[in-house]
């Protein structure tokens, strides 16, 4: 009975726990979460594809397929996951299970399934107000595509790529500075642009291509739907050429491999200062960019810090705060929600491993990207630099009217910064912790969080005790003592009377 009644009284104070306002999701790309999949080590969905299927050879297929990735749809939408980024989906060579192995730019890969089962898969994520993005492979094809063979094509080629990358040893590279090899690729784009409803394409090794073929490709793509998101991924490039790339194309957004290791670096290790990831953002003036931790091609974040002995939790929660409450957009690898571990390149593309995981790392990654889908001050605000204190920082997003505040405290103590730009008489009401800050004497407002945690706040008018509440929950509670009170009573009253007969 007891217990029932504490189970009553739980259920009924939750109804006056504030809800977190729900705001219209932006469209704009820049305030995306993306969720990279490599198809073919994601879930295997459809067990009749059988083909070239052998889970013990790390080189060949192991059955993830475009069924798998729908039967998942609805678990990434509940992790916050607004667009999916697909690994390369076109007809590829034997074991060419990474998709960069090309042989025909206009089939999909049948390992995978059909060209139907895509469009399905499409058409599933639209209705759940996500968008798919495929890997488009500008500059190989594979070592034996027919167009190597055919004699007019003979000037198409430069060869086998000066790479040690695995994905790109069985490939020539094409030479697009030959008009014809380049209105071969962009013909190839345009298919898959207006044939199939997808919204965009990832540009791997981008910046092996050149320059003004990237401007015309891009245009061309742009001036045929310009809502299509056109992503650029760099490897080799500099900060400065990876600007110029974007100053001079029509690429929407790129990625900074500079700050992604930095994101990496600085969460893999307590104590470790935060604002080296923001001196980074401020150096290189980064605007149009995504951020990402984790990739396919390299040891896994999780692995890292685990070797510093640190907690998957508290190392996920501090990174993944960061990535989704700083400006631009966020690129999650899959398996990151579990976390995935993987020491190598081999090891990060397994099959994820779904039956495994952390319950409450799951949990908070769906609060945090439910903070940045829910806030526009998150997604889009201005971004202002408050204070930082050894491994503690603060910063400022306001957009409109919304004013919010981040705190990471990555130090292995408890630490605190004073904000003395915020008016008086208003009041810091954390989303995450359900901290309070409000003006102390000094007229400061004074942020503070235990080691190795955060807290996003919302800045509000001082509403001071809430009495009515308060009397509310005293009364409640009165009566709960009360009715524990007669309930023993009752109970001594039939065991006297039990004893006495």
Avoid at 102 to 114: H, M, R, S
Avoid at 118 to 137: C, N, P, T
Avoid at 186 to 213: H, V
Avoid at 243 to 262: A, G, K, V
């Amino acid at each position: 009975m007891i217990k029932k009644i504490s189970m009553g009284l739980a259920a009924f104070i939750s109804m006056f726990i504030i809800q977190v306002p729900a705001h219209a999701q932006d469209q704009d790309i820049h305030n995306e979460i993306f969720y990279q999949i490599l198809v073919d080590r994601f879930n295997n969905g459809d067990t009749e594809i059988q083909g070239e299927i052998d889970i013990d050879d790390l080189y060949n297929y192991h059955g993830g397929d475009f069924q798998g990735i729908i039967n998942k749809l609805d678990d990434l939408k509940d992790l916050g996951i607004t667009t999916i980024s697909l690994s390369p989906i076109m007809e590829n060579k034997e074991k060419g299970y990474h998709g960069f192995w090309i042989t025909d730019f206009y089939q999909v890969n049948p390992q995978f399934g059909t060209m139907e089962d895509f469009e399905r898969l499409v058409s599933e994520a639209h209705q759940r107000d996500m968008k798919i993005v495929i890997d488009f492979v500008l500059n190989y094809t594979a070592d034996t595509s027919p167009l190597t063979e055919e004699p007019d094509k003979e000037d198409w080629w430069l060869g086998a790529p000066a790479s040690d990358d695995e994905h790109l040893s069985e490939t020539v590279q094409l030479d697009l500075t030959n008009p014809d090899a380049a209105d071969y690729i962009l013909d190839a784009a345009m298919y898959w642009e207006s044939e199939t409803d997808i919204d965009g394409f990832k540009l791997p090794d981008l910046d092996a291509a050149p320059e003004a073929f990237i401007k015309d490709f891009t245009a061309a793509l742009k001036e045929n739907r310009p809502d299509f998101y056109l992503i650029g991924d760099i490897t080799e490039a500099t900060m400065d050429e990876a600007e110029n790339l974007l100053e001079n194309t029509s690429l929407d957004i790129i990625n900074y491999p500079e700050l992604n290791q930095e994101l990496s670096e600085t969460f893999a290790e307590s104590d470790n200062d935060v604002s080296a990831i923001y001196d980074t953002w401020k150096e290189q003036g980064l605007t149009d960019f995504y951020k990402q931790i984790d990739g396919f091609g390299q040891e896994r974040f999780t692995n890292i810090f685990s070797e510093n002995q640190r907690n998957a939790l508290t190392a996920w929660t501090l990174a993944l705060t960061y990535m989704y409450t700083t400006p631009g957009a966020t690129m999650i690898t899959q398996g990151t929600e579990l976390p995935m571990y993987g020491g190598d390149a081999e090891e990060s593309q397994r099959l994820v491993p779904f039956n495994s995981g952390d319950d409450d790392l799951k949990e908070f990654h769906k609060r945090i990207a439910s903070l940045h889908n829910e806030f526009p001050a998150l997604r889009f605000g201005d971004f202002e630099y408050v204070g930082s204190d050894g491994s503690m920082l603060v910063f400022r997003r306001s957009y409109q009217d919304e004013v919010m505040y981040a705190a990471i405290n990555n130090g292995s103590e408890s630490a605190y910064i004073d904000v003395d730009n915020i008016e008086s008489g208003m009041q810091l009401k954390g989303i995450l912790e359900d901290n309070l800050v409000r003006e102390n004497k000094e007229g400061n407002y004074r942020i503070g969080i235990p080691r190795e945690s955060v807290e996003v706040y919302i800045l509000e008018e001082d509403k001071g005790f809430n009495w009515l509440f308060i009397g509310f929950m005293v009364s409640v509670l009165a009566l709960f003592v009360i009715a524990v009170i007669l309930l023993k009573r009752k109970q001594k009253i039939r065991e006297r009377q039990e004893s006495g007969k």
